[in-house]
């Protein structure tokens, strides 16, 4: 069984800087995908930044390229979100989740999902 478990969350100032981890329990594959999605009160879920797991491109919403990075870290199973530059609007939770066999980065093409992590960017 597969389980993502997401960390690194908070509270912090507008032009901040924060960086959000999530775990992977169980075996990756190159062609796993995995991707984070944030989350937002009345709101349809937002893609934020992908990468397939044997792959050397990374995938990201118009709204955050530029400020965030997705990387993986293969000996720890983990892949980060590297977030800066951050505005109001980032205010979300935001979600890992991961694909078998990543077809695409909508939210019905993946299996797994962590149970969140609140990021707040204050004004």
């Known amino acids: 069984q597969v389980r993502l478990r997401e960390s690194g969350g908070g509270l912090v100032q507008v032009g901040d800087s924060l960086r959000l981890s999530c775990i992977v329990s169980?075996?990756?594959?190159?062609?796993?995908?995995l991707a984070w999605f944030r989350q937002t009160p009345g709101k349809e879920g937002e893609f934020v930044a992908g990468l397939v797991w044997g792959g050397d491109h990374e995938f990201y919403a118009d709204s955050v390229k530029g400020r965030f990075t997705i990387s993986g870290d293969t000996a720890r199973n983990t892949v980060y979100l590297h977030m800066s530059n951050l505005e109001p609007e980032d205010t979300a939770i935001y979600s890992c989740?991961?694909?078998?066999?990543?077809?695409?980065?909508?939210?019905?093409?993946?299996?797994?999902w962590g149970r969140g992590a609140q990021v707040t960017v204050s004004a």
């Open positions: 989740a991961m694909a078998r066999s990543i077809a695409s980065y909508q939210r019905r093409d993946f299996d797994y």
């Open positions: 169980g075996s990756l594959l190159s062609t796993d995908g």
